[in-house]
T-cell receptor
């Protein structure tokens, strides 16, 4: 079974631009969660989508948004990029029911110049 | 979700058992203990989880104390590939609670 796939693996942007990251979950998984990992703040939860609806949201500004498609694939968008948005962005999928672990992709490393 | 406390770092000799402790003294009855690890430049990898009984799978064993205030992840025969940061997470399970709160974890170094 293929794992969680994130594209692209690396991305370089400049301040003020916007970016879209993509995540393809494990086949059959309906929940997709996004996390940001930085050296200073560690791994932080951004939001979760289940059946095309945002089900949970972390404490990030509105510049961070996401969506999920009917095939469970998800995208995350960051607008008006800031230097502090440089991070590893991780996507995790799970079937979505109780007590089922999330499985992570290897992330997209975003660098802001 | 309850907070967890883990040692910052640990070493283990290759071939020996690695025992990684985690304290979660404020855990409540509907919270599970999850363990993940992250090898450099990769996403976190799910290892094991449990509620109150000890659990074992092909990767590791999870021992949870009777009062559930602490747990230990055991890698029975550590290899160099087990060098990673190990995260102990207490997770409330319920509708709409599908997010994980990662702490700083334990950096395990397996020494040849």
């Amino acid at each position: 079974k293929a794992g969680v796939t994130q594209t692209p693996r690396y991305l370089i942007k400049t301040r003020g631009q916007q970016v879209t990251l993509s995540c393809s979950p494990i086949s059959g998984h309906r929940s997709v969660s996004w996390y940001q990992q930085t050296p200073g703040q560690g791994l932080q939860f951004l939001f979760e989508y289940f059946s095309e609806t945002q089900r949970n949201k972390g404490n990030f500004p509105g510049r961070f948004s996401g969506r999920q498609f009917s095939n469970s694939r998800s995208e995350m968008n960051v607008s008006t990029l800031e230097l502090g948005d440089s991070a590893l962005y991780l996507c995790a999928s799970s079937p979505g029911q109780e007590n089922q672990p999330q499985h992570f992709g290897d992330g997209t490393r975003l660098s802001i110049l | 979700d309850a907070k967890t406390t883990q040692p910052t770092s640990m070493d283990c000799a290759e071939g020996r058992a690695a025992n990684l402790p985690c304290n979660h003294s404020t855990i409540s009855g509907n919270e599970y203990v999850y363990w993940y690890r992250q090898i450099h430049s990769q996403g976190p990898q799910y290892i094991i989880h449990g509620l109150k009984n000890n659990e074992t799978n092909e990767m590791a064993s999870l021992i949870i104390t009777e009062d559930r205030k602490s747990s230990t992840l055991i890698l029975p025969h550590a290899t160099l590939r087990d060098t990673a940061v190990y995260y102990c997470i207490v997770r409330t399970v319920g509708a709409g609670a599908n997010n994980l709160f990662f702490g700083t974890g334990t950096r395990l170094t397996v020494i040849p």
